[in-house]
């Protein structure tokens, strides 16, 4: 997510020469790293101050997490988007790699829905495997019900509606019924 004209640092410097100057001064791949909680949009003069912070206190690199406090209608938007170029711009400007990290609230880029918003082919599906007797009309008809995600149990209720659409796997519990056999 940095500006397209900032330095990027090398990813063959990930490699460790395990070298004792290496341990010494290790660079932004191998160096101390920070979370940056977002309770709120940070103002640009925030952003500055606390990138400045980090960097005077030797981290190379931070991880952008949102939190549970942070208004969900504004994560993703423009603003949020905006505050996050600029925190990339600041940090490539001082030689530091940046990352937006979003397992807390939003297991692997759930978002609330916010990522699929308008684009239900896009939405997350499952398949379960379950065996169900045929019926006297040789009609299968079955239905899955109870399912719940044990992952964000700990989270409670603020926390699912975080995480899923409308605070649950709604299309994860659902009837169906298959042609006769």
């Known amino acids: 997510m940095t500006h397209a004209n900032a330095a990027i640092p090398d990813a063959a410097a990930a490699r460790s020469s395990g070298s004792w100057e290496e341990f010494r001064a290790p660079g932004p791949w191998n160096a101390p790293a920070a979370y940056w909680f977002w309770h709120h949009i940070p103002t640009r003069s925030e952003i500055v101050a606390q990138i400045q912070a980090m960097r005077d206190?030797?981290?190379?690199s931070f991880q952008i997490q949102t939190r549970l406090s942070f208004p969900r209608n504004r994560y993703l938007s423009d603003d949020y988007l905006a505050m996050c170029r600029l925190a990339a711009d600041e940090a490539a400007s001082r030689g530091m790699m940046i990352g937006i990290y979003d397992e807390y609230n939003w297991l692997s880029g759930h978002a609330g829905g916010l990522t699929v918003q308008g684009r239900d082919e896009?939405?997350?599906?499952?398949?379960?495997h379950v065996t169900v007797p045929v019926g006297a009309s040789g009609r299968i008809a079955g239905a899955i019900t109870g399912i719940r995600s044990q992952d964000v149990g700990y989270l409670q209720e603020p926390g699912r509606q975080w995480v899923y659409d409308g605070g649950s796997r709604s299309g994860m519990n659902g009837r169906w019924s298959a042609p006769s056999v």
């Open 57 to 60: 206190a030797g981290y190379q």
């Open 122 to 128: 896009l939405r997350e599906r499952h398949l379960f």
